[in-house]
């Protein structure tokens, strides 16, 4: 199994565009998430989702949108990137959708919005 | 909603002594309680986790003990290593509902010392 997979691992914005960070994962989970890291703030969920077709905000959701076409894949969407984005973006799964076991990271993607 | 609170934020040890680190929670429903490893360019991997039904936990070197009386748990590394070196997060999360997953911390720099 890979696991969960994220990419790009590195990518540079300009204020304004718009891109989306791919989240894949061969272990057949129900839930996923995606959490942003800064320093001094831990890990910050953003956007979650407890199976196919279902998605929730978490706690940091603005200018970010999500979508569950399928129970592989998590993208997440910056609509318009803002330098307060720049961070390290982490997508994780767990087997159980009450989010109350182990969760999977993903090597995450850094992205740097100018 | 919950809150993880985590100290210290900086840790530094000799290598061969024990390190702890400390965490409380505020809310009371919380039952699940895992502890992730941060390697230096990688995502959050778990190293241990305790359900409310166990005061103390232990895997080789690591042992996670939980009060929920004082709403408090704490990670202990014993014979530091300088693999030990990464940053640690405590999370809280509960497993009866809820489809949030879990809180964390905002994580503790562990450095060894040779």
């Known amino acids: 199994n890979a696991g969960v997979t994220q990419t790009p691992k590195f990518q540079v914005l300009k204020t304004g565009q718009s891109m989306t960070l791919q989240c894949a994962q061969d272990?057949?989970?129900?839930?996923m998430s995606w959490y942003r890291q800064d320093p001094g703030m831990g890990l910050r969920l953003i956007h979650y989702?407890?199976?196919?077709?279902?998605?929730d905000q978490g706690e940091v959701p603005n200018g970010y949108n999500v979508s569950r076409s399928t129970t592989e894949d998590f993208p997440l969407r910056l609509l318009s990137a803002a330098p307060s984005q720049t961070s390290v973006y982490f997508c994780?799964?767990?087997?159980?959708?009450?989010?109350?076991?182990?969760?999977?990271f993903g090597p995450g993607t850094r992205l740097t919005v100018t | 909603g919950e809150n993880v609170e985590q100290h210290p934020s900086t840790l530094s040890v000799q290598e061969g002594d024990s390190a702890v680190i400390k965490c409380t929670y505020s809310?009371?429903?919380?039952?699940?309680f895992p502890w992730y490893k941060q390697e230096l360019g990688k995502g959050p991997q778990l190293i241990i986790d305790?359900?409310?039904?166990?005061g103390e936990k232990k895997d080789q070197r690591i042992a996670v003990t939980l009060n929920k009386t004082a709403k408090h748990f704490s990670l202990h590394i014993t014979e530091t290593q300088p693999e030990d070196s990464a940053v640690y997060f405590c999370?809280?999360?509960?497993?009866?509902?809820?489809?949030?997953?879990?809180?964390f911390g905002k994580g503790t720099h562990l450095i060894i010392q040779p």
């Open positions: 989702s407890v199976g196919a077709g279902i998605t």
């Open positions: 999370a809280a999360g509960y497993s009866g509902g809820g489809a949030d997953g879990l809180t």
């Open positions: 272990m057949n989970h129900e839930y």
């Open positions: 809310d009371s429903a919380s039952n699940y």
């Open positions: 994780a799964s767990s087997y159980n959708a009450v989010g109350a076991y182990e969760q999977y």
């Open positions: 305790i359900r409310s039904n166990v």
